[in-house]
Structures are given as C-alpha cells and as structure tokens.
C-alpha cells in the first residue's frame, strides 16, 4: 500500500516504462548441495637428527640416573655412619645437579633435598655421641 501511494505521487510522465535494451538473464539458484573434501591423512614426521645431538639428548637423562644411584649410595653410606664417604657423594651430587637443564633439576631435587637433610641429622646425632 505504501508503494502505490508513492507511485500515485510521481506524475506519469516522469515514469520510464521502456523495456531494458537487452534481455535480462535468469537469477541461478544457489546449489544447497555441500560437497565435501576427503583429506588423506599424512602422519607428522619427525625429523630425524644427527647421531651427535641424539647423544647430546640423552645425556641428561644418563645423568639424573647417575644421580640417583649416587644419592642411594651416599643414603647406604649415612646408614652405615660412614659419613665422610656420604659428604664426598653428596659433592659429586651437587656438582652434577648444577649441570642439569632446569626440568631434570626439577626431577632430582627432592631427592637430594631429603638426602641433605638425612646428612645433616646424622652428623648432628654423631656430635651428640660424641660429646
């Protein structure tokens, strides 16, 4: 209703009527119909490394194992009271763990915290003996 009152508005000489020059083309239709993609699946590969840097890899590994074999010798030691022996591990220990990147210091650090600590409580029952 409100266009015809807008067309009622303009006179009727200003409304072109002609027919378009050229034919207009019919408007395609959208497809509706969703295709889909067949994605093959390619694993990940890893790239393989030099033989020196599998090596370098696995160094830190050997040495947090080499860590705990020592504290379980310096605790066979504390022990046993030989308590010089366990104060040489437990350097070898301390010189070792500063050399670790910090996820293998994470890994090992209990440990040497409790052996510390049984270190210490067997020196001071040995003063107490002693004194």
Do not use: C, W
């Amino acid at each position: 209703m409100a266009v015809s009152l807008f067309f009622n508005r303009i006179p009727k000489r200003d409304i072109d009527i002609t027919p378009p020059a050229h034919p207009i083309a019919p408007v395609k239709e959208e497809s509706t119909h969703v295709t889909t993609l067949k994605i093959k699946h390619v694993p990940k590969q890893t790239p393989s490394l030099p033989e020196e840097q599998k090596i370098v890899k696995a160094q830190p590994i050997q040495k947090v194992d080499d860590i705990k074999r020592k504290v379980e010798q310096a605790r066979a030691e504390l022990t046993s009271f030989q308590l010089e022996r366990a104060k040489e591990l437990y350097a070898d220990i301390i010189a070792q763990y500063d050399q670790l990147n910090d996820n293998n210091k994470g890994a090992v650090y209990g440990i040497i915290r409790d052996l510390y600590d049984e270190r210490k409580h067997a020196e001071q029952l040995t003063l107490k003996t002693e004194a």
